[in-house]
């Protein structure tokens, strides 16, 4: 073999390499996956992967909980290829038994091997067609109940499954998942938008920005204060920034915080949640509540303490002034208004690039 990062692409290097990770012997199989697992690290090293379908499909093919060191370095290896190219995802998607072999890896009592796992179904998910065969194994298996109680144990090897999550809500069909009112999933991981771990932040941040897409479920959203109160917590500063007509008109939740309650410390998932607020300001009962729940109020506060030339000033300056502007006949629903041919090309180039968050 040559040396990690260098792969000659000669079709007797590819026959050594499927010859080494066929092997019963260990040792040869941990050798031939130290190697793949280094020239993963690059991008020539993912494009001799991903071309030599036949070298690929074995990696692919030593997702075995019995395996575990190995396993792990297949993990890995995978991981850089998916995030690399979307060549990477659809072979791997090809094959509607390796999904399953992920979720199946999800059980595994090694917090390494589920947390590998979990990471590379959300990188696959980011996808629609990833998210699309992910989405159709959880149907077809009824794991959502078991994944949200995955999560909500809070262990830390089930990190990225927010992310997988959101990635799912980027389709309709997953949308109307989470948001089925009777299975109550919704409510049950909401409360990670506050979470400690910033992965798990980014993965509910963008499954909440992706099901306010769904305008026609903005009413059942806005049905109570929670929703409101779960995004505006992140964005909201100590209680004494306040004067107590201001704190008194906010939701109980968010009613004279602590004075040593920190703002979101991510960007990303900040203007994520900014993302969200804009979308329910598309209906005039929307705007509504918003104005009742005192966002104005949070915004305003945050507005201040935001770098004037960057995109999240931008864009809560933008939901402030829908919110202190007059209300006219014609906007019941936003998302209505007719827009120039070439603005509405860009917006919806803007919401499939928002529509995921980058994982690696």
Known sequence: MTGAGSPSG???EVEELAGLLSSGDLRLLMSGMDYLCGLSGSSDGVQFLV???????????????????????????????VHSTALAVNLFIT??????????????????????????????????????KTLENIVQNNRLNDLVSKLT??????????????????????????????????????????????????GMANLVKNCTFQTDCHE????????????????????????????ESLPVDLQYLEETKKRESSIDVSLSLVHSLHKLCATR???????????????????????????LWREVHNVIQILIGDEEPEMDNLEKVEVPEDVAEKLAQIQSEESQIQIV
């Open 285 to 311: 009962a929307g705007r509504a509540k918003m104005r009742a729940c005192g966002v104005y109020i949070i915004l305003r506060q945050f507005h201040k303490t935001l770098d004037e030339e960057s995109d």
């Open 153 to 202: 144990s809070n262990k830390p090897e089930y990190h990225y499954l927010p992310h997988i999550f959101g990635n799912l809500c980027q389709l309709s069909d997953g949308r109307e998942l989470f948001m089925t009112k009777s299975n109550c999933i919704f409510q049950r991981i909401l409360p990670f938008l506050s979470h400690e771990n910033v992965i798990c932040r980014h």
């Open 51 to 81: 071309t030599n379908e036949l070298l690929y499909s074995a990696v692919v093919g030593l997702l075995h909980p019995e395996r575990s060191k190995v396993t792990l370095l297949a993990l890995k290896t995978l991981i850089n290829c």
């Open 95 to 132: 094959t509607p038994s390796n999904v399953d072999n992920l979720f199946q890896l999800l059980e595994s009592e090694d917090p390494q091997t589920v947390n590998d796992s979990a990471r590379l179904l959300a990188n696959i998910s980011r996808s629609r067609p990833g998210a699309q």
């Open 10 to 12: 000669s079709q007797s």
């Open 220 to 247: 059942w959203l806005l049905a109570d204060d929670d929703f409101l109160s779960a995004i505006l917590l992140p964005l909201a500063g100590p209680g004494d920034e306040l004067d107590d007509e201001d704190n």
